[in-house]
């Protein structure tokens, strides 16, 4: 006795789920809502050149299978996701300044300071980025130029 399946009318009946399109890398989440944030993305799309860098909000669901578990209820953490994996905080923030090009590579001399200090200061800076640096009611919406290079 054959399966449902095997049958060639009724294995057009069923629906085979598409696996999600991957998104480009590297991939730069932020915090959509950070006027901090907000100016490191500015800046990051006016040193890349090549437009090798994509960005998604830390809120939007681009984010969701990549951001750290405490992410969407503390928003403070910057994450690049590229070739090589997922990074946190300060290894992200070297990381993606090393994606600019081989002049930016140089920032990685900084990696020679342990994580957990390079991390201290991040989470300082975070705790106090909405402070210094302003809240923004919704993410800036991109111009036509780097439109393509954001992701929801």
């Given amino acids: ?31 959509g809502h950070c006027g901090l944030c907000d100016r490191s993305v500015q800046l990051l799309l006016r040193w890349d050149r090549t437009g090798v ?28 996701v590229d070739q090589q994996g997922t990074h946190l905080r300060s290894e992200a923030a070297l990381r993606t300044l090393a994606h600019l090009g081989p002049l930016w590579r140089a920032v990685l001399i900084f990696r020679v300071v342990p994580r957990p200090l390079r991390d201290a200061v991040y989470n300082w800076v975070a705790r106090h980025r909405y402070r210094w640096f302003g809240q923004l009611d919704a993410c800036r919406i991109p111009s036509a130029e780097v439109k393509a290079r954001f992701l929801p």
Avoid: E
């Avoid at 809120?59 to 503390?74: I, K």
């Fill in 1 to 31: 006795m054959s399966t449902l399946s095997q049958r060639p009318y009724f294995r057009s009946l069923i629906s085979v789920p598409t696996p999600p399109v991957p998104p480009p890398l590297p991939l730069v989440l932020f915090d």
């Fill in 53 to 80: 860098l994509h960005f998604a909000p830390l809120q939007g669901p681009t984010a969701a299978p990549f951001a750290p578990p405490s992410s969407p209820h503390d928003p403070g953490t910057f994450v690049l």
